[in-house]
Nanobody, 125 residues
Framework: QVQLVESGGGLVQAGGSLRLSCAAS????????MGWFRQAPGKERDIVAA????????YYADSVKGRFTISRDNAKNTVYLQMNSLKPEDTAVYYC??????????????????WGQGTQVTVSS
């Protein structure tokens, strides 16, 4: 079993930056593909960014390309989402997720095995 705990959310003005962190328990973090999703009120949970277990392959939603960066520190069992040039439409609850089995990049929620509790990101205009 893996537990994921997100942190780093908050309120920021448009154009600002935030860095989300997701700390994972367990000794096999380096073999998990990781992803960041977000869900706004009344909307589906959508992929934001993902990386493969090796970290060599990444995926970004078109809406965040060039603004968000996913990275991981296997020594700290942590994955990050650096968010720059934030826009009001980025407002959502952000979730990190882990996929077992040395997976390549996963972009569908049903491909992930473990989820964090979510952290709220609010971008004011």
């Amino acid at each position: 079993q893996v537990q994921l705990v997100e942190s780093g959310g908050g309120l920021v003005q448009a154009g600002g930056s935030l860095r989300l962190s997701c700390a994972a328990s367990g000794r096999t973090f380096s073999s998990y593909a990781m992803g960041w999703f977000r869900q706004a009120p009344g909307k589906e949970r959508d992929i934001v960014a993902a990386d493969s277990w090796s970290g060599r392959n990444t995926y970004y939603a078109d809406s965040v390309k060039g603004r968000f960066t996913i990275s991981r520190d296997n020594a700290k069992n942590t994955v990050y989402l650096q968010m720059n040039s934030l826009k009001p439409e980025d407002t959502a609850v952000y979730y990190c997720a882990a996929s077992r089995g040395m997976a390549v990049v996963r972009i569908r929620p049903d491909e992930y095995d473990y989820w964090g509790q979510g952290t709220q990101v609010t971008v004011s205009s």
